[in-house]
T-cell receptor, first 114, second 114 residues
Framework: AQSVTQLGSHVSVSEGALVLLRCNYSSSVPPYLFWYVQYPNQGLQLLLKYTSAATLVKGINGFEAEFKKSETSFHLTKPSAHMSDAAEYFCAVSVSGSQGNLIFGKGTKLSVKP | DGGITQSPKYLFRKEGQNVTLSCEQNLNHDAMYWYRQDPGQGLRLIYYSQIVNDFQKGDIAEGYSVSREKKESFPLTVTSAQKNPTAFYLC?????????????FGEGSWLTVV
């Protein structure tokens, strides 16, 4: 069965610093991977997704993620954090045969210090 | 504008009462989903529906019920059998095409038991 592990429930960075949010997945078949962002009291918004095309995926708001099969990872990065990036980020996995259902990690809350 | 509308945003339930959360989408999506979000727990799938008049249980369906009489509507009833219903509930939808499709989320509904 597939699963997702997000390392670090809370990450704090300074404005302008690199953002790195870690996600590792477990799947016996090729996965499809997603990163979502959630602002307080709101729904989830898709940042980017990997669907077996290019391994480096660029998303909205300057975020990108790299699929590394050998490491079973899909870490999210942004070169320079902005105050507006403060939110909770969720990594999710879906596999063929799951009818499109997503399995979510427990989330990482990103804080950005001025 | 196209999107997913959840109502109400905030709902209070007394012990022993059933309550229904509304979810409407005008994206012409075939698939709809209900997730429950608890702090530090990520999102967990309650029910999903791939087509009108058909739905399947997710990981935590006990104490919940759904219907899918119309393509655009997927209401969730939280019954008195759900022992710990206080949570943030998210409705979502996606088009046909299986796991590659992006799942879009509504703004969520807060349910509190009083």
């Amino acid at each position: 069965a597939q699963s997702v592990t997000q390392l670090g429930s809370h990450v704090s960075v300074s404005e302008g610093a690199l953002v790195l949010l870690r996600c590792n997945y477990s799947s016996s078949v090729p996965p499809y991977l997603f990163w979502y962002v959630q602002y307080p009291n709101q729904g989830l918004q898709l940042l980017l997704k990997y669907t077996s095309a290019a391994t480096l995926v660029k998303g909205i708001n300057g975020f990108e993620a790299e699929f590394k099969k050998s490491e079973t990872s899909f870490h999210l990065t942004k070169p320079s954090a902005h105050m507006s990036d403060a939110a909770e980020y969720f990594c999710a996995v879906s596999v063929s045969g799951s009818q499109g259902n997503l399995i979510f990690g427990k989330g990482t809350k990103l804080s950005v210090k001025p | 504008d196209g999107g997913i509308t959840q109502s109400p945003k905030y709902l209070f339930r007394k012990e022993g009462q059933n309550v229904t959360l509304s979810c409407e989408q005008n994206l012409n999506h075939d698939a709809m989903y209900w997730y429950r979000q608890d702090p530090g727990q990520g999102l967990r799938l309650i029910y999903y529906s791939q087509i009108v008049n058909d739905f399947q249980k997710g990981d935590i369906a006990e104490g919940y019920s759904v219907s899918r009489e119309k393509k655009e509507s997927f209401p969730l009833t939280v019954t008195s059998a759900q022992k710990n219903p206080t949570a943030f509930y998210l409705c979502a939808s996606s088009g046909t095409g299986g796991v590659r499709n992006t799942i879009y989320f509504g703004e969520g509904s807060w349910l509190t038991v009083v």
